[in-house]
C-alpha cells in the first residue's frame, strides 16, 4: 500500500500486476519487511545512493580533497624547482633493483660502465618532462639538452652515456625508460620530493598524507561505482525499444522468484508479460526521441491502451497517470486531510525535482569534470612522478592507486587510454545519471500528481466525475460525512462499477469452485486504486487528527494464503 512508502508501492502494483500465485513465502512476510523487490535493480540502486549520501565522512573528506588540491598547485606553482638538489639515480633505485641487470643483459653495457651510470646524478624535477617526453633521442642524444635532466660526476661519465643513448633505437630508449620507471623506490622518491622541488620537507609531509587520508576514502567510493547496480543497469535496461520490460526489469529484477502453481501464471514477475509487439515498440521510440514529453505521454497511452497484452497494465496504471479525486466538501479541515494524503504524491514529484535540478546543471557539472581548474590541476598533479611516488607510497596498503585516480579523471579518446586500464572514467558516471535524469523527466510529465479537487457538493461532484469519465481521467470521488465529530471522521469513496466490485450481488450467475483471483475481474478494488486510495486517506485522517507522522506501512495479502490450488 502507498503507507509503505512509494517505492514498494509502485512494486507492488508494477510486480504483482498478474497476481502469481507463489508456492514458498515470499520476503514481504519477514517481520520488520515490507517490500517482495529489494533484490530489484531500482531498490539497490537507492539503497547505494543513500548509503553515498548518508555518508559524512565521504562528503566531509571530499570538501577537504578540494582544498588539499587547491594547496599543492600553489605550491608547485610557487615553488622554484630550479633550486632543487639533484640525487644520485642509485639512491632512489629499489633495493632489489634489476635495472643494472638490464643494461648488462639487453643493451650490452659493460658491468662498469653500468655501475658508473646508476651513480650518475638525476635532477628530479625535470623528470615529470623526461617521463611525458615522445622523442628520447633528441632528448638523451644531444650534449646540449642531456644536462636539463642529469648531473655527471666526470666528463668521461657523460660521453660513455651519450655514446651509449645515441647507438640505441627509438624503442630501446623508450623501454628502458620503463624499466627505468619501474625500479623506482616510491618510499625513496616520496622522501626526496621536497628536495627536489625546493620545498620544506616538514610541510610537505604533512601535506602529503593529509591528502592521502582524505584521497583514500573518496576514490573508494568511485570506484565501487565500478560494478554498481545504477551503471550495469544502464547495459541491461532499454527503455526505447522494450520499455515495459525494461521496466519490469528495472521494477522487479530479472528473477522475482515467483514460482507459479498454476501454468497460467508462469511467467509472473518475469518481463516476457510486458514485451511489446514491434509496431507499438518503434511508435514509441520513435515519439521519444523527440524530447517532447507530451508526444511521449500521449504515444505511451495510445500504446497502453491498443495494445491488448497490456489491458491490465493500462487499467492499474490509469489512475496513477492522468486520475482525478474529486473530494466534498471543501473546508479547513477536509483540506488538512487532503494534504496529508496526497503526501505520497508529493514524494512522487520530488523524484521530477531530482532530475530537473541535474538537467539544468548538466552543462556546469560536464564543465567541472572536463575543464575546471581544480580537476585540471589534479591531473596536472598526478603526472608528475614525484607526487605519484609519494601518494602511492602512502597507499599502498589499500586497493588505490594513483594511476586508478587518473584514469578515472581520464579525459581523451578511448585509444589513448593507458594500457590496462579499465575503459571507466568519470563521463560513464555523467551518461548513466544524465540517460537516468531524461528519462524520469519524461516519464514524470505523463503523471498527473496534482490528483486532489476541491468541490463544493456532492452534486456537482457528480456532474464534475461524469466529464472526467467522457474524457478518461477520472480516479474517484470522496465525500466526507459527519464532520461535525471531532474524534470521528467517515467517508464514502464513488468510484466507475467498471473499477469497483458490485454491491448488490454476493456470488457470480455462473459460480463455480475456484479461487478468485483473476487479476482483471476479481481483483477490482486493487486494479481500480480504491484500496490505494483507502490506504491514502486513513493514513491522512491519521495524522491531521493526531499530529503524529505515522511510520507503519500496510502490507496486503489476497486470503485463503498460501493461495487457492485447483489440484483436481
Keep these: 500500500m502507498p503507507s509503505a512508502g512509494v517505492l514498494p508501492w509502485l512494486q507492488g502494483m508494477v510486480c504483482n500486476i ?123 642524444c644531444s650534449s646540449d639538452s642531456v644536462d636539463r635532466y642529469l648531473e655527471f660526476n666526470t666528463t668521461i661519465q657523460r660521453q660513455e652515456f651519450l655514446n651509449i643513448t645515441c647507438s640505441l633505437t627509438p624503442n630501446q630508449l623508450l623501454q628502458t625508460r620503463e624499466v627505468l620507471i619501474r625500479n623506482l623506490d616510491n618510499r625513496k ?21 593529509k591528502t592521502s587520508t582524505h584521497a583514500a576514502p573518496v576514490a573508494n567510493q568511485v570506484l565501487k561505482l565500478q560494478t554498481s547496480t545504477m551503471l550495469s543497469a544502464v547495459n541491461v535496461l532499454d527503455f526505447r525499444s522494450n520499455p515495459f520490460g525494461s521496466l519490469t526489469l528495472l521494477m522487479c529484477g530479472g ?49 497502453l491502451k491498443g495494445t491488448p497484452s497490456l489491458r491490465l497494465f493500462w487499467t492499474t496504471l490509469r489512475p496513477l497517470l492522468q486520475g482525478r479525486v474529486l473530494y466534498t466538501p471543501d473546508t479547513p479541515f477536509t483540506r488538512r486531510v487532503i494534504a496529508q494524503s496526497n503526501s505520497t504524491f508529493d514524494a512522487l514529484s ?29 591531473r596536472t598533479i598526478l603526472q608528475n612522478p614525484l607526487f ?60 498527473d500528481l496534482d490528483k486532489f479537487e476541491a468541490i463544493s457538493s456532492e452534486s456537482l461532484l457528480v456532474q464534475r466525475a461524469m466529464k472526467l469519465l467522457d474524457e478518461e481521467r477520472f480516479w474517484a470521488g470522496v465525500v466526507f460525512t459527519d ?48 484500496v490505494y486510495l483507502q490506504d491514502m486517506l486513513d493514513r491522512g485522517i491519521i495524522r491531521t487528527q493526531t499530529g503524529v507522522q505515522q511510520t507503519l506501512g500496510v502490507y496486503t495479502q489476497q486470503m485463503p494464503y498460501p493461495c487457492y490450488v485447483d489440484d483436481a
Design 18 to 140: 498478474q497476481n502469481p500465485c507463489v508456492s514458498q513465502p515470499t520476503p514481504g512476510e519477514t517481520p520488520g519487511q515490507v517490500n517482495n523487490f529489494n533484490n530489484s535493480i531500482l531498490a539497490k540502486a537507492l539503497i547505494e545512493v543513500q548509503s553515498l549520501l548518508a555518508d559524512s565522512t565521504f562528503l566531509s573528506n571530499l570538501k577537504l580533497l578540494s582544498g588539499d588540491i587547491n594547496q599543492w598547485a600553489s605550491i608547485l606553482q610557487n615553488s622554484n624547482p630550479a633550486n632543487g638538489r639533484s640525487i644520485s639515480l642509485r639512491s632512489v633505485l629499489r633495493d632489489n633493483e634489476t635495472f643494472s641487470e638490464y643494461l648488462r643483459s639487453n643493451l650490452s653495457v659493460p658491468t662498469q660502465t653500468a655501475q658508473r651510470l646508476t651513480s650518475m646524478r638525476v635532477r628530479l624535477n625535470q623528470l615529470p618532462a623526461l617521463s611525458a617526453e615522445t622523442n628520447l633521442r633528441t632528448a638523451l
Design 189 to 209: 622518491l616520496a622522501t626526496a620530493l621536497p628536495l627536489a622541488l625546493n620545498l620544506n620537507p616538514a610541510e610537505t609531509a604533512v601535506l602529503l598524507a
Design 255 to 303: 528473477d522475482s522468484g515467483f514460482n507459479s502453481t498454476k501454468s497460467s501464471n508462469s511467467s509472473s514477475g518475469s518481463n516476457q508479460g510486458f514485451r511489446l509487439p514491434t509496431q507499438s515498440t518503434n511508435a514509441l521510440s520513435l515519439n521519444s526521441t523527440h524530447g517532447n514529453s507530451s508526444v511521449f505521454c500521449q504515444n505511451l497511452v495510445d500504446v
Design 350 to 378: 520530488k523524484v521530477e525535482v531530482l532530475a530537473d535540478t541535474w538537467l539544468e546543471n548538466e552543462d556546469e557539472i560536464w564543465n567541472f569534470f572536463k575543464n575546471s581548474n581544480q580537476i585540471n590541476s589534479l
Design 388 to 447: 605519484v611516488a609519494a601518494l602511492d607510497q602512502q597507499l599502498n596498503r589499500t586497493s588505490l592507486s594513483s594511476a586508478l585516480i587518473a584514469n578515472f579523471l581520464f579525459n581523451g579518446d578511448e585509444k589513448d587510454r593507458p594500457v590496462g586500464m579499465p575503459s571507466f572514467d568519470w563521463r560513464n558516471i555523467f551518461n548513466a545519471t544524465s540517460e537516468a535524469a531524461r528519462f524520469l523527466k519524461e516519464v514524470m510529465g505523463c503523471f
Design 483 to 530: 464532520l461535525d465529530s471531532p474524534s470521528l471522521v467517515r467517508y464514502k469513496l464513488r468510484m466507475d462499477i467498471e473499477d469497483t466490485e458490485r454491491t448488490d450481488k454476493i456470488k457470480d450467475r455462473s459460480w463455480r469452485p475456484s479461487a478468485r483471483d483473476n487479476p482483471y475481474n476479481d481483483l477490482r478494488y486493487v486494479r481500480g486504486g480504491f
